[in-house]
């Protein structure tokens, strides 16, 4: 996994220490237990655990070698509270309440009213005074470059792009009117709307020699990262939700749209106005067809057409026998 | 149904009689009846009736309470004409020609090359001089808010945002390359292209704690409005079309589009890549599967799924039926 | 066809003789054959052969009466190759690879860091001073109008619109955040990734009174052009992939896209969210439902649905067949 420094993108805004996170989610503990007290200073997911910071965690986890010292873990379930490996813990009602609040204590993101940014305009767009651009590297007029964005070498960055929390490796190509790092549609089914959305603060890393087309959308991860790895390509108007990883060489077709967390292998081709169901994962050397919609893994090498998507073969004799049916 | 004033937004460029109005459908008229002259001063739907205004109907409509003393009505029913209660009456052969020629010639618009507004360049984004927006709200980089717009308390609006012909209230967040109040895709099937569009005098209204995502586009309503209510979440790249009627609490996933005067209840909640047909009605609660193509109304608590859209259980039953009868 | 000077949209950047050309792509030389010599000033398509060009070709063409005299055809069939008619022909290993390689040589292009455009921000949009816009056609703010460009009579260009390589003749209504003239999504599959993008040289022309939502991606064609015909009305978040050409009074509804080098007749009504798969034709008067994936050439006045789309009438008869067939 790749390592960012969040605070580059998402600033701190206050110093918190476990005893402060105590006191603000106060209301939602049901029990707690801390051998170590330390200064807050960024967030983990399991994937990247970092020092002296907070775990949220409700999945069954495979942590058993893990050193904890210097993680706070919050969670809701109580077998996971019940691991006594656990130095640092908070058993809560509800996870995602206790995130939005300790998120939104701790960090300032652009959902929330106190983020801001500098800008300076320079060659007729607004580029952050906290974002890196190589020099070889070419911006059209009319973006937007937020903070901590780096952007490195020959990349052409054409018109109305906005690109905020992101990185931008080299040789990479990103086309008008598209948006990488917005906010990701993390949200609790519950309690809707502007002011519980979940706090996003990951970014995107968009690798080397991507091309990336027209009027798409990447939004940002959650805590880590949304990938796009080398080489690949997207067609116009695709949509890549928060947390998506995406490996080398792909091939994504127009208006195809890839839902939160999902993970695709490398050299994957995908048709048009496909669709991808959260979470899933998709193998290397996978072809997608058009409109297509995925609704569980893939196996690597596999070619998949229909909705649910299934084996292409198995599809067109679907398709004939529905058809033939009627003569 | 909202009140909201339509000249904050449409320009009345003809003060116009009812014997005005005659004139410039001359050739269109087969019959007329004309108690009171009044000037007209709005147009009227059967949701929102306004004084001193014209009120374009084919519908067989329900008004037999209503006070129709100084609505000119213009229809090109003659059952419709023939109910003596309506006292200023027109028949004409075309409505949509009747429609697109008075708009234009009372209103101008964003279509027409008489619409002007005035900006000032404030803080990076251009502002119309008659747009009201609340301090506390804030506005990022290279938007566009046009005039009569007004935005609430603690909005937060993206970069490259344009919001024209809108009514935004407080807590509502718009991101980054979404336009919001754009021309709907109105015109009469027989007479196709930009010179013949049917004029669009409604506006959009954003409800309280609204987000919505990147590269969406929200088209205003023709007479009335397309609304978002309460607490609702649009996902990236989300169409919603003129008079699109959206209650309180709506999750609605990635690259769904919304035709023309659907209404949606409260509580809905919609996968990505999904399509509502115009003019249908979704009830409360409902839940509406990724990719599904929902051709007719949809009642209360229901969860639906496939093309055309049924019963998910259904939908279930029939993809498998599908893939088991080979074999 | 129509005719455009490629010279004002992309520049030449080398003078290349046929001579060059050889040496440029030396190692991907099997045969040659060389009887003129002239500087070559174009590409041509079979479409579109102009003088002192070089066509690349390696579709079986009908080109028996043409005067091939100065033009340097590269071919990697050896069966055209040996036509001995074609007094200059390159018999190469991989065409791809050549187009890549002598159009980047020739020719700067917006997906190359040599390409430069000179602007002026005029009425808050930055206009090229290489375009050409009359006066009587309005633009809102934010846009960028790149070099080249042609915009005729009475045009609206609405907010932060994207108009680059691309004609746009009279009464062209192009709505807020929407793309013109972008990369046509073009590469070979072995090779992929920004740097090995296929050049895309041709433009987009847009014929009288075209209507074009929001949030819309026009791609340029990669020879000659992508063209929308007179009164064709696109709707929001539509994608035109290059080389598309679609007739007059055509009718689009939102969210379709339409993939490389369809071809759609006059008159064509097409539902939201369909989608075309490449190189098909649609003929005149064709209806396309919602929702439909059009995989095979449609014939004159059909009206089609589902995926693969069919006639509706066996479409909408297959799905009452999946749905009894459980009962």
Not at 228 to 250: C, Q, T, Y
Request: include cysteine.
């Amino acid at each position: 996994m790749l390592k960012f420094q969040r605070k580059n993108f998402f600033s701190l805004i206050n110093n918190s220490y476990t005893d402060d996170i105590i006191k603000i989610i106060d209301c939602e503990i049901r029990s707690k237990r801390l051998v170590n007290k330390f200064k807050i200073s960024d967030v983990s997911s399991l994937d990247i655990l970092r020092e002296n910071s907070i775990l949220f965690l409700d999945n069954e986890p495979k942590f058993s070698k893990l050193n904890f010292d210097n993680i706070l873990l919050i969670t809701s379930k109580v077998k996971i509270f019940n691991n006594k490996k656990l130095k640092n813990c908070i058993l809560v009602n509800n996870l995602n309440y206790s995130w939005n609040t300790i998120i939104n204590h701790i960090y300032s993101h652009e959902d929330d009213l106190k983020y801001s940014d500098d800008f300076i305009y320079n060659n007729n767009s607004y580029i952050s005074k906290n974002a890196k651009i190589d020099p070889s590297s070419k911006i059209f007029n009319n973006c937007v470059i937020g903070k901590g964005v780096e952007i490195g070498k020959n990349c052409i960055i054409k018109n109305n792009v906005v690109i905020k929390n992101s990185l931008i490796k080299n040789n990479v190509v990103i086309c008008d009117n598209t948006s990488i790092g917005t906010t990701g549609f993390g949200f609790d089914s519950r309690k809707r709307g502007s002011s519980f959305l979940s706090p996003q603060i990951g970014i995107v890393i968009i690798d080397d020699n991507v091309h990336i087309g027209s009027g798409c959308s990447i939004d940002r991860g959650k805590i880590d990262y949304t990938y796009i790895g080398k080489n690949s390509m997207l067609d116009n108007l695709v949509h890549i939700a928060h947390n998506v990883l995406i490996g080398e060489n792909a091939c994504i077709a127009g208006q195809t749209g890839i839902s939160g967390s999902v993970v695709i292998g490398n050299n994957v081709t995908v048709g048009g106005q496909a669709g991808f169901a959260g979470h899933i994962k998709v193998g290397d050397n996978v072809i997608v067809a058009a409109k297509s919609g995925v609704t569980k893994n893939i196996t690597n090498n596999s070619v998949v057409a229909g909705f649910p998507a299934i084996d292409i073969k198995e599809w067109k004799k679907s398709i004939i026998r529905q058809r033939k049916n009627g003569h």
